[in-house]
């Protein structure tokens, strides 16, 4: 069994009333070099928070999600070096470091939600099973 961790995504149509639907997750797991996401999206769902929510925004952004988990987004955003607390260090792109950027909080209508974890030896099946009990 290897160790994983996911996020579920969220769409929060109107930001200030802070209510949220599950649309997707993203799943990383480190031994099985696994970075992946799913989402379903219910527009009727959607429509219900906010009747005005850009259904192609979302779509948009789900899309960018994905892109970036196959590491086909966002190149540039781990070339170079980073100022941190402990000095400068050297940026890459790897999946450990998509899964970053991709769980940073953001205030946009696409919100990660809190990190998780847990044991597979099935990460793409736990990206499934995931996906079904949390977006349904």
Do not use: W
């Not at 379903?40 to 192609?56: A, K, M, Q, T």
Request: glycine residues 12%; proline residues 4%.
């Amino acid at each position: 069994m290897n160790g994983y961790q996911y996020v579920s995504l969220r769409c929060v149509p109107r930001v200030d009333r802070e209510e949220f639907v599950n649309l997707g997750v993203v799943l990383y797991c480190h031994a099985e070099d696994f970075l992946g996401s799913a989402f379903r999206l219910d527009e009727d769902r959607l429509r219900s928070l906010d009747p005005g929510v850009d259904i192609g925004a979302v779509r948009h952004a789900l899309d960018a999600v994905e892109q970036v988990c196959r590491g086909e987004a966002h190149v540039d955003f781990g070339v170079g070096s980073r100022a941190t607390a402990y000095g400068v260090r050297a940026g890459k792109d790897d999946q450990s470091t998509r899964f970053g950027f991709l769980v940073a909080p953001r205030s946009t209508v696409l919100q990660p939600g809190p990190v998780h974890g847990g044991l597979t030896d099935d990460p793409a099946g736990e990206l499934q099973r995931l996906l079904d009990a949390l977006v349904g």
